[in-house]
């Protein structure tokens, strides 16, 4: 499947995580692990395309010029579960500052409801990530992505583990320029909004609800 601005990786490492963790039998234990490993995987590729600056360094031997990232990072994870994907990209990006955007899904209607909002006040000034495990029909994403327009990011990424067709075209309708990051694109939405394989409810098997 070709996708514009969507970017699939398919690495075989991420793609044995991610079957283990879309298995039923995976408790909250191995299912918050999992997604964590995942996500720590997933950072190379995601930030692959991040600038440098010049930074001089002395080594034990002389001095020279390394590089290091030019621009600080936010890190903002959809409440709740993209909580669980935090931790594993804080493993490489530990200087990373964290924003919180509580969005859920009303059951009936699948319209998001944002509940909490707490951003960094320079994130405009930074590398924005914005992760959540699943993009389903794509109304959390959209919701946590207006608020992040809103704050002035320029540069933002959507990081997701399993993205439904429905949500890719419904982010990218309204927001085509802000790269989707996904480690499958599954087949479909189900009548109740829930992605086909996927993984099942992605908060309450991470928390145990
Ligand atoms: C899940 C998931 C996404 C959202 C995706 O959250 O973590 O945020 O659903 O669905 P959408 O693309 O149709 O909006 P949920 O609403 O279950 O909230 P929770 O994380 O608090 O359980
Ligand atoms: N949210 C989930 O957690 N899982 C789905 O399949 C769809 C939305």
Not at 36 to 54: F, H, K, Q
């Amino acid at each position: 499947m070709q996708l514009q601005n969507v970017v699939l990786i398919d690495h075989p490492v991420i793609q044995t995580k991610l079957t283990e963790l879309r298995d039923y039998t995976a408790d909250h234990r191995k299912f918050r692990a999992l997604l964590n490993e995942i996500a720590s995987l997933m950072v190379y590729e995601v930030t692959r395309d991040w600038p440098t600056t010049p930074r001089p360094v002395q080594t034990p031997m002389e001095r020279m010029t390394g590089r290091v990232l030019a621009r600080r990072v936010t890190l903002v994870p959809i409440l709740r579960a993209g909580l669980g994907m935090a931790e594993g990209v804080l493993r490489l990006l530990p200087d990373a500052r964290l924003g919180h955007l509580g969005v859920y899904r009303d059951e009936k209607t699948l319209e998001p409801v944002s509940y909490y909002q707490k951003l960094p006040p320079d994130i405009a000034a930074t590398e924005v990530l914005l992760i959540d495990p699943m993009l389903a029909t794509g109304g959390s994403a959209l919701a946590a992505v207006h608020v992040l327009k809103n704050s002035g990011v320029t540069s933002l990424k959507f990081v997701c583990l399993v993205a439904a067709p429905e949500g890719i075209a419904a982010l990218h309708r309204q927001y085509p320029e802000v790269p989707i990051f996904c480690a499958a694109v599954d087949r479909q939405l189900n009548e109740k909004g829930y992605i086909l394989p996927g993984l099942g409810d992605a908060g309450d098997r991470l928390f145990g609800t």
